[in-house]
């Protein structure tokens, strides 16, 4: 559901088919991106449509965000990778792994 919040009413329902772990919206309010099982996926919140699904993790996604600027997208899976993506072309940009036994000090 996506709601305009100063008047407080619904504007959006999205009927998604799969678990979502994780949402964010965009800086300029058209997309949104969710976290489904190993992907990321961006929906047009005009129509409500999936724009693209963007693989890359091995595992569930945990969480997503967008830049402030909303040039880059950002997940991070249970499989310890972070993955950065161009917001525009959509196309994977960096990969980082994430040291296990580090990443529970943090």
């Not at 979502?20 to 949104?32: E, L, Q, R, W």
């Not at 099982?37 to 693989?55: A, H, T």
């Not at 996604?61 to 880059?72: D, E, I, K, Q, T």
């Amino acid at each position: 559901m996506v709601w305009e919040l100063d008047g407080i009413q619904l504007k959006k329902w999205l009927t998604l088919e799969c678990r979502v772990h994780d949402i964010a919206c965009s800086p300029n309010g058209k997309t949104i991106i969710t976290a489904a099982y190993e992907n990321v996926i961006v929906w047009d919140l005009q129509s409500g449509k999936q724009q693209q699904k963007m693989p890359g993790h091995e595992f569930d996604v945990a969480c997503v965000a967008y830049s402030p600027n909303g040039n880059l997208i950002i997940s991070g899976g249970e499989d310890t990778k972070i993955m950065v993506y161009d917001a525009h072309t959509r196309e994977l940009t960096a990969k980082v792994s994430v040291d296990e036994e580090r990443s529970d000090e943090l």
